[in-house]
């Protein structure tokens, strides 16, 4: 039971801060067959996109 | 089930109804709003899920139809529910409540309950429904296309000032909570380099491992607070301690560089260690509270409520407490994500509901702990904190005297032993909010968790507000430059380029500017900034939920709904009359603790006559007020105008829609939707078997049958 929670909360964390973005971008990889990025060129690619976004933070 | 919390809900609302003058226990607070939330949530938003919006699950959401990985995507409601949490919420909803305490306990806890369930919650999610409608759209484009130029250019200036003046007054509450209190500026000008290193940790060290990063980030921070306890006496504390004068230069640099900075060393972890301290406080506050069961110390209705005289801020209990609160209760601000970011990538419809009015829902509560822990200091006390050093001449003794006239009794030995036991220098008019919440939580926690640990709690609690607040006023001065570069982008291209250099610095510098010359008006305002600028604060952003308010309205309107128009109608109307109201009073009163003109008449006159009127010390301290005064007058009357303006465009659309039976908006057309996902948290059993049948299906698709 406890570890049912401990693992929902670990996956709510890492979704939260997109720590599991890089699994997804392999599973899709491997899904579609292609070749995945590394995970450097994938976090730095997606900081660049962050950049150019506004990120609004409320009162 | 629902009859149970109903009753425990009327329970904890006839006891906080019915008590006067016997020590009340601050948990009738907490339970009543709980109880009052679960009701709303489960009756109030389905009704105006279903009736007033009518989602539709069979029709595909933008992050559905136009999934690109990057703005637009399909997100997990929960995970959802957490993003568009931690964009809403800050350090608002635990001042404004901490600043209302001075009318006493009841008018800002039935406003905060009240106005979240009928407007603050019902905003945040038509907001939500109506730009998820319509791909995404900001405010700003939606009252554009579907109000008008004139409306959509009004609502755009009001945005980016009212954004400047949130900036400021965020500012202002960490410069008062870290003037001369070198244990808090140690531990906060700690986060920058913690901060730095989780960025180089997550670029260069390990790609991406944002958990492990975050918790050496929050065991660093720990560490911080406990490390700026031992500093105290040293070279480094004396180094330390500095005056707000400084600490706005320091703010504004500061603010300059972390906008110009690459966003992953610097914005991007700050950002998770907010999050995550923002998750952990609530979490630790709920507990603390139902585990210390605090007494409420104050009256339910104080005389400063109706006499309008408090020394907090000057202004009777209507309009000023729905001022005050804004944030926790109805919040414009929540206007502006609703809209933008977090309709890209809402899964299903009817999530709306969990997410928009959820989250409100959530922030509300916040706000009520906040209010609680203010409501449970001694009001002496509390007063001491909260009067203006004008008033209080900053000592012990001026305290002591002041709060003597108010009707409450605190001697300067025990005003001297409360700041010892947080171990700073002096708490008599550490105004702003932020220390007296400070104060109210390390008590509550010292209660709850004991230890001796106050003073570590009061700067745990210093600490987490001041990164709320860094957060959003690095993260506020980036749109603003946004904003900025866009608008000019429409006139001379090149500026418009987010990647050119030049144009960024420049339109950073201007916005960083703008906020530090507000910030700097507030901090050496001789009345005490905290009760000049937060009225205008509280009244600019509940002037910006006026507007989005009049959107939502407008588009019940043209979309033929007008039997469910007072869904968003009603709060419309209030939210006009108290913005209103305050506005006139603060423009028009000829009480000069009220009216901005008044007073800088009161102030002028006074120097043409050679004379020097207290608080001011000098005849360069009057012109000061004079030209404060001066300046928040104009603010304010150009943010009731340009309201006005959005709104009475407003009305001819409606007239002409109401005339119509409706009008076309700019709704895209519905497609169908292939995703399945539950509405609410919890899968229902039905939602729970079409998720099974859904898994079945994208099971087989998978193993084509020449493979079995």
Redesign the interface.
Known sequence: MIRRWAAGV?W????????D??DRHLAACAADGRTPMT??A???HR?D??????????? | MWTVVALVGATCWTVLALSRGESVSALWILFAALSSYAIAYRFYSKFIARKVLQVDDRRATPAERLENG??FEVT?R??LF??HF???????PLVGPVLAAQMGYLPGTVWIIVGVIAAGAVQDMVVLFFSMRRNGQSLGQMIRAEIGVVGGTAALIAVFAIMII?LAV?ALIVVNALAESPWGVFSIALTIPIALFMGVY??VLR?????EA?AIGVVALLAAIIGGGMIDGTALGDALTLDKTTLVIALVVYGFVASVL???LL??PR??LS?FMKIGVIVLLAVGLVIAMPVLQNDAVSSFALAGNGPVFAGSLFPFVFITIA?GAL?G??A??SS??TPKMVAKESQVRVIGYGGMLMESFVAISALIAACILDPALYFSMNAPAGATGGTVEGASAFVANLGFSISPAELQAAADTIEEATLVSRTGGAPTLAYGISEIFQTAFGGGLQAFWYHFAIMFEALFIL??V???T??GR?MLQDTVGNVWKRFGD?TWRPASWTASAVVVGLWGYILYVGVTDPLGGINQLFPLFGIA?QLLAAIALTLCTTLLVKHGKLRWVWVTGVPLAWVLVITMTASFQKVFSGDPKVGYFAQRSLYADALDRGDVLAPAADAAAMEKVITNSTVNGVLQSLFAVLTLVVVANAAVVCVRAIRAGGLPTTEVPAEPSRIVEPSGFFPTAEERALLEAERERLAAERTPSGQQ
């Open positions: 670990r709510w964390l890492r979704a939260l801060t997109g720590e973005r890089y995970r450097r994938f976090e730095r900081a996109v962050a950049a150019a976004h506004a990120h609004e933070r409320c009162c | 990057r703005d997990d929960r995970v957490g993003h931690a964009a809403i919420a800050g350090a608002g949130i965020l997550l670029r790609p991406g491992r944002v958990l975050s690459p966003v992953w914005l991007t950002d998770y999050t944030c919040s601000f929540h502006l994500i933008g970011t957060t959003a690095d993260a506020g980036r749109v946004f987010l952003n």
